[in-house]
């Protein structure tokens, strides 16, 4: 369904060095963008309820970030906070640069591209969907099936010039019963998720709220998130900008942006991760997003 939903803009401020470029250009999850023209193009679910489809453009003019809103007026505020978000700019950005410039390994990371910043998932439903999707498949793959889901499905947007696919909302995904690629299996996991957004067991600021561990827990109640993809819903689709995440790249990530000749064990990761506070989560995104343009 293609959708000519009203237009409003507004705007986002931006604090410490930002690249918009960089955060579009990182290739995370469903994105795989290899070319920026000045604009970041979004079709997502609407937080709360995730049955409001909406299209943000979003453009860097200096300390701000311009978005034009595809979607409710009354909305708009509540696009703002999603894409803030998503672009990581719900966090002080001086104080991350701050951290980063005081430390000599991450000052020569951080020199790569100061305005680096995590790109996340739109939502906890988002990535929860992602993670049924991409399960067992190469990650193009996934995309691919992703694309065809919200194509059939979803609401797509006209955005600069692009068409560009949402993801099905709850009662959209609901009616799906089969895709080209699609699993039998994975049928009534989606459906489990859509009806868990449904009861609101998947609102960003509810999972936020918890203790991460907690989340994870509870996501695990879902077929077919085991604990990676339930560690992956919470850290990269809630904002986390500070949990550990002890996943197997980053890790590697670390131990060779710091020259470590042994795999870190957990608590030696803890320790070495307690300078990065509070911002532990964008350090590991940026050492394994950025580590390989220190040896190119």
């Given at each position: 369904m293609t959708t000519t939903a009203d237009v409003?803009?507004?705007?986002l401020d931006v604090t410490g060095p930002y690249d918009l470029a960089e955060v579009a250009l990182m290739g995370f999850g469903h994105r795989d963008e290899r070319e920026f023209d000045g604009v970041m193009r979004m079709a997502?679910?609407?937080?709360g309820d995730y049955e409001t489809p909406v299209g943000v453009e979003a453009r860097q003019s200096g300390s701000t970030v311009e978005l034009t809103v595809h979607g409710p007026p009354d909305r708009l505020a509540d696009v703002a906070h999603q894409v803030a978000r998503v672009i990581s700019l719900d966090h002080d950005g001086a104080a991350f640069d701050a951290i980063c410039r005081r430390d000599p390994v991450l000052a020569r990371l951080h020199a790569v591209a100061p305005g680096f910043r995590p790109a996340l998932f739109y939502s906890p439903y988002e990535a929860a969907v992602w993670s049924v999707v991409s399960a067992r498949r190469a990650r193009g793959q996934g995309i691919a099936l992703r694309q065809r889901i919200c194509e059939q499905y979803g609401t797509t947007f006209d955005l600069a010039g692009q068409r560009v696919a949402a993801l099905p909302t709850p009662s959209q995904l609901l009616a799906v019963e089969s895709a080209p690629g699609l699993p039998a299996d994975r049928v009534p996991r989606l459906h489990a998720i859509a009806r868990a957004a449904t009861e609101g067991r998947l609102g960003a600021d509810r999972l936020r709220a918890l203790d991460p561990a907690e989340a994870e827990r509870e996501l695990q109640q879902l077929p077919g998130i085991g604990p990676f993809y339930s560690s992956l819903i919470v850290?990269?689709?809630c904002g986390h900008a500070d949990v550990l995440a002890v996943e197997g790249h980053?890790?590697?990530?670390?131990?060779e942006l710091y020259g470590i000749d042994h795999e870190l064990s957990v608590v030696e990761l803890e320790e070495l991760a307690e300078s990065w506070r509070p911002f532990r989560t964008w350090v590991l995104v940026s050492a394994r997003a950025l580590g390989g343009r220190l040896a190119a």
């Open positions: 409003q803009t507004t705007s997502f679910c609407l937080d850290v990269r689709g980053a890790r590697e990530a670390v131990e």
